[in-house]
């Protein structure tokens, strides 16, 4: 059935997932192979004529790409949770499958968030940074030094409720946070989805929030773990941070345009809120040294590392395989975006 099928892949893969595809030999595979991004040139030349694709977070799916590819192609795999680097409208009026790795990075990315937490209570760059600058010496020991608000007894606000934010409270239930409050696409709705049985435990309150404002206003930590849509955009901006406690952090775990980075130095430059710990910001990975983020002690910025260990990027790039050769075959994919 893929007897002179062509594939392009975008990328050089894990050994584990690079023998997989290796094993379909009636396969026509046109890879990458560098682990570096892909040229667009390179993409659009080699796509002509593919009937799948295996691509990255940054290879940017869209009309170009499909009219080149022609109409031959049935199937694009993501190596990404996250799809927004595709039009989902030009796949579907297409009728071609998209497959992807939500599941995958579930528990690396809760583990991210609860350091990212942690780090930003704690002050841990703002400590860290004077280590390195041979600071800690002019530093003398007092009651106040390097303080921060605590993790036990913290109302978590979550905006998204989905499998990572649900894993991320699953971690924070034995630090003693006393109630969760989360905002959905539908506010004052219960959530859908009680992943892990958490809500039907019940061992705190966790509640739907009405509003933005509510959420906002009334959490300790805010952890950001919605889809980047054009409501979400900026949807966390200099109004968000009017209503937000002075000792609360804010966490994003998501997409770096759900908040107003803007907005986000201003909050922390004049202390409207305590701090913030970013594993996505808005234009990465173009931060220069010179970005007005990175003069604000109070935040913590990783360079999108939230799915970074070992075994979770070794079961991405296998599902994202997988995912692959079942859309050549008309099979089930491991995830399927509904489109």
């Not at 986000?264 to 430059?269: G, S, T």
């Given at each position: 059935m893929l007897q002179n099928t062509k594939v392009v892949v975008t990328r050089q893969l894990i050994d584990e997932a690079q023998r997989l595809l290796d094993a379909n030999t009636d396969l026509e595979i046109v890879q990458w192979k560098s682990e570096k991004p892909c040229d667009r040139s390179w993409l659009l030349s080699n796509a002509k004529g593919a009937t799948?694709?295996?691509?990255?977070?940054?290879?940017?799916?869209d009309e170009e790409l499909l009219d080149t590819a022609g109409p031959q192609l049935k199937a694009i795999a993501s190596f990404s949770v996250g799809t927004d680097h595709v039009d989902r409208d030009a796949l579907k009026k297409r009728n071609i499958r998209l497959g992807y790795t939500p599941t995958a990075l579930t528990d690396a990315v809760a583990d991210l968030t609860v350091m990212l937490i942690l780090m930003a209570q704690r002050r841990a760059g703002e400590s860290m940074g004077k280590v390195i600058k041979g600071e800690w010496p002019q530093m003398p020991w007092h009651p106040l030094l390097m303080t921060g608000p605590q993790i036990r007894g913290a109302t978590v606000g979550f905006l998204g409720?989905?499998?990572?934010?649900?894993a991320s409270l699953q971690r924070l239930l034995p630090f003693g946070i006393k109630r969760v409050i989360y905002l959905t696409s539908q506010p004052g709705q219960p959530v859908k989805e009680d992943h892990f049985g958490l809500i039907k435990d019940?061992?705190?309150?966790?509640?739907?929030?009405?509003?933005?404002?509510?959420l906002a206003g009334e959490s300790d930590v805010v952890v950001i773990g919605c889809s980047l849509t054009p409501s979400t955009k900026h949807l966390v901006n200099t109004d968000f941070f009017a209503k937000m406690k002075k000792l609360a952090v804010i966490v994003n775990i998501a997409r770096g345009p759900v908040i107003d980075?803007?907005?986000?130095?201003?909050?922390?430059?004049?202390?409207k809120i305590f701090g913030a710990g970013l594993d996505v910001i808005e234009n990465e990975p173009n931060i220069q040294a010179d970005h007005p983020i990175l003069k604000q002690p109070r935040c913590v910025l990783v360079p999108h590392i939230g799915s970074a260990n070992i075994e979770t990027r070794a079961q991405m790039a296998e599902e994202s395989v997988e995912n692959l050769l079942a859309g050549l075959k008309g099979e089930a994919m491991v995830n399927e975006v509904e489109l």
């Open positions: 799948g694709l295996l691509v990255m977070l940054n290879d940017k799916i409720f989905g499998r990572i934010s649900q019940g061992a705190i309150p966790i509640e739907p929030a009405k509003s933005w404002e509510q980075t803007n907005a986000l130095v201003d909050a922390l430059q004049n202390e």
